[in-house]
């Protein structure tokens, strides 16, 4: 019988890893490094691949199909764990939202909302924090901590379907069907970890939601536009909220580095735009601010020639905005006038306000560790025995 494992082991306790969330490349990788021979570690990690995200196992055991003495050694090196739900709260109108930590000082929401798309979508963080300032977003309010890794972009996926009842993998009456990167943060500035994820989560061999479900949004870092559509093929979003760069300056302070200009530029160089691919542009709707006749009629114009759709969203209160939603008589006679010139515009009906789930009320209580903490906390933990 041929060796396939190494299985010479110093002393000591094994260094345990998570591979759940990890993309194909660093998973083979990581049975390279528990002793798999290189030139059956790829075939290895499409095995356990299919046990991971088809069918969602968290136990090695439960892999039938791989020899048991690999089993007990991945059950030794590895574990298949979700990151931690801090809290889980489900909304009245059936909208679920999870706090998830992911080590010291480091916890990001994602958001469960039915009845949309196809059935069902998961609104993703992509960091926890945000660099933004946007002046309506309640996420704004909270510095950036750090960016999420695209196992823990990943991992809010399988925390989802775990919640859901979603293993295995099925294309018949599935409850999550698209994905959103419209949570904690700005995606463009983790760009890497965006693609990693998007490649993992759109694979047809295990979580296999198609990239066209899947929407990345973004305020406006326009020079990484063209980029996404290039690496992706995901949906593209723009967070807009304003017609002119007085205003948009003002909400999305982001548009003082790329402004209407660069950023409409960037859009059309988007790859494949179509009336089947079109951007889509959220358009939040603040009473006295961004609301008239006159603004709906400039932001015709400005898409003139770029296949679009308008998501106009009611502002979502949070504690201490200063801003209020537009009457819902105002928000109705916007949408006519973008109906009128021939843009799909719907009313974004407003979801999970009553637990802060809604489009710009997520927020943490991270806060980013100075490096003297961080160094002090390491030092207890290894005192302690815990590192």
Partial sequence: MSVELDLTRKPGAPVVSNLAGLGRERLRQALIGAGVEEKKAR????????????????????????????????????????????????????????????????????????????????????????TLTCTFCHTGTQKLVRNLTAAEIVNQVM????????????????????????????????????????????????ISISKRRITVSTAGVAPKIPELGQRTGAMLAISLHATNDDLRDELVPLNKKYDLKELFGAIRAYPDLSNSRRVTFEYVMLKGVNDTLAEAKDLVRLLKGLPSKINLIPFNPWPGTK??????????????????????????????????AACGQLRSESVKEKASEALKRRLAEKEAGLE
């Avoid at 992911?102 to 039915?114: S, T």
């Avoid at 599935?174 to 904690?184: A, D, E, K, S, Y």
């Avoid at 537009?326 to 009128?340: C, G, K, P, Q, Y």
Wanted: glycine share 8%; hydrophobic share 40%.
């Fill in 43 to 130: 075939m290895r990690a499409t095995q356990l691949w299919r046990w991971i995200y088809h069918y969602g196992v968290t136990d090695f055991s439960k892999m039938t199909d791989v020899a048991k003495e690999l089993r007990v050694v991945l059950g030794e090196t590895f574990v298949l764990e979700r990151p931690p739900v801090s809290m889980a709260q489900t909304s009245v109108d059936g909208t679920r939202k999870w706090l998830i930590g992911y080590g010291p000082n480091a916890e990001a929401e994602c958001v469960y909302i039915p009845d949309v798309g196809k059935a069902g979508a998961l609104c993703v963080s992509s960091q926890v924090g945000c």
């Fill in 159 to 206: 925390v989802a379907r775990d919640a859901l009842e979603e293993w295995p993998t099925s294309n018949e009456d599935r409850r999550l069907t698209n994905i959103v990167f419209m949570g904690m943060g700005e995606p463009l500035y983790n760009l890497d970890n965006v693609v990693e994820a998007l490649d993992t989560i759109g694979d047809g061999d295990g």
């Fill in 323 to 356: 801003y209020e939603c537009s009457d819902w008589e105002t928000i109705e006679a916007f949408a006519e006038v973008l109906n009128r010139a021939g843009y799909a515009s719907p009313i974004r009906t407003p979801r999970g306000r009553d637990i802060l």
